[in-house]
C-alpha cells in the first residue's frame, strides 16, 4: 500500500527540504550582491516562486497524480522522458551531495571542530539511509512537528537580540540597479524553484487537486521563515560584515541572551538545525530514489538502489566540494541555471506538451464527428 501524506503535511516536508541550508547560506549571498536591500531580493524571488506553484498546480491536475516523468512519457515520449529524467536524476544526485556537504561544513567548522570528515559523511548518510527506507509518511510527520516546534526558537531569537538591532542599516533604500536586484535575486530563487517538489510527490498526496494551496502554503512559511532569520541578522552585523561570515544566522544566534539567567542559547539553534537537516537530506534522497525508479522504469522499491545512490552522492560529496570556497562559489554563480531547468523550464515544456497533446485529441474528436 503506497503511503499518502496530507495538505500541511507535504507543505512543511516543502519548507524543511528548503529552510535548513537556505538560512545559512544565503545571507551571505544576498548581501554580497544587494548589501542592505538584500530582504527585496527574497520578495523578488517569491514571485518567480508563485509562478511555478501555478505551473506545477495544474500540472499536476492534468496528469492526476501521475508520477511526473511517467507522465511526460504520456505526452512526449519514451525516449524524451528518459532523456529529461537523466537531466533530473543527475541535477538531484549533485544538489543532494551540495546538500550533504553543506550540512558537514557547518558540523564539522562550527560542532565537532576535530572530528575528521568521513565520519561526520557516514554517520549523516546512516541515519539519512534509514529514515528514507521508513517512506515519506514518517518523513512527513516528523517534519510537521519540526516546523510546529519553529514556535519555540523563533520568539526567543527574535526577543534575545533585541539590544544589538540597528534599523538605520536598512539604509539607504533603491541604491542599486536593476541589475543588481536581477542578480542578487538569482540565489534566493534557487531555494525558492525548489517548490516544485510537488511534481514528485503527487503520487502520494492524499488530495492531489488541492496542489496548489500546498505549494502557496510552502512558498510562505519558507519566504516568512527566511525573512525571520536574515533581517534582524542584518539589523545586528550590517551588509558589510555579513559578507565575510560563513555562517551569518549562526553567529548571530550566539549573541542571543535573556538576561542573565540565560546566555549562549546557541545550542538551540545548533541542535534543532540538526534535527531539520537530517529531514531535508533523507527527502532529498527520497527524491533522487524516485527519479532513479521512474527513470529506469523500476517499480519495486529495494534498499540496494538507495544504497548505491546513497555512496555516489557521498563520493561526489567528498571529492567534487572539496573547499567551503568552491561550493560559495557555485552557490553564488553556478547553480541559477539548473535549477531554472529542472524546476521552471522542463515543467513549461512538458506543460506545453500536454496542452497541445489535447488540442490534437480535440481536434481529432471534431473530425471524426464531422
Known sequence: MKQKIGTLQASFLIVNAIVPTAIVVLPSIISTRLEQEGP?????????????????????????????IEWISKVSSPFVATFMG???????????????????????????????????????????????????????????????????????????????????????????????????????????????????????????????SIGFLSLSFTCIIILIIYVPTLLAFGPEYIKVLNYPGYTYSRLVHLGH??????????????????????????????????????????????LALALIISLESYYTWDTPDHLYKNNLENQFPGFMLVNFIFPLIIYAMSNIRQWKTRRKGFSSRE
Request: some cysteine; overall charge neutral.
Open 261 to 306: 539567567a540565560f546566555e549562549n542559547l546557541n545550542i538551540l539553534f545548533v541542535s534543532y538545525w540538526l534535527l531539520v537537516s537530517y529531514i531535508k537530506l533523507s527527502f532529498f534522497l527520497f527524491v533522487t530514489l524516485e527519479c532513479f525508479k521512474q527513470t529506469l522504469r523500476i517499480k519495486e522499491n529495494q534498499l540496494f538502489y538507495l
Open 86 to 212: 537523466a537531466l533530473i536524476l543527475g541535477h538531484f544526485i549533485e544538489e543532494t551531495a551540495i546538500v550533504l556537504r553543506q550540512s558537514i561544513n557547518f558540523i564539522s567548522e562550527n560542532v565537532l571542530l576535530k572530528t575528521p570528515f568521513a565520519v561526520i559523511l557516514l554517520v549523516m548518510m546512516i541515519v539519512s539511509i534509514y529514515i528514507t527506507s521508513q517512506g515519506i509518511e514518517v518523513m512527513a510527520r516528523v517534519s510537521s512537528i519540526l516546523v510546529l516546534l519553529y514556535i519555540l526558537p523563533i520568539p526567543i531569537y527574535m526577543s534575545g537580540v533585541a539590544d544589538f538591532n540597528q534599523f538605520s542599516r536598512l539604509l539607504p533604500i533603491f541604491e542599486h540597479s536593476p541589475n543588481d536586484f536581477i542578480l542578487g535575486s538569482l540565489g534566493p530563487a534557487n531555494w525558492v524553484s525548489e517548490v516544485s517538489f510537488l511534481l514528485y510527490i503527487a503520487p502520494y498526496l492524499k488530495s492531489p487537486e488541492r496542489s496548489r
Open 40 to 68: 527585496f531580493s527574497i520578495v523578488i524571488s517569491a514571485g518567480l516562486g508563485i509562478l511555478i506553484v501555478l505551473l506545477v498546480a495544474d500540472l499536476i491536475k492534468k496528469s492526476n497524480g501521475t508520477p511526473y
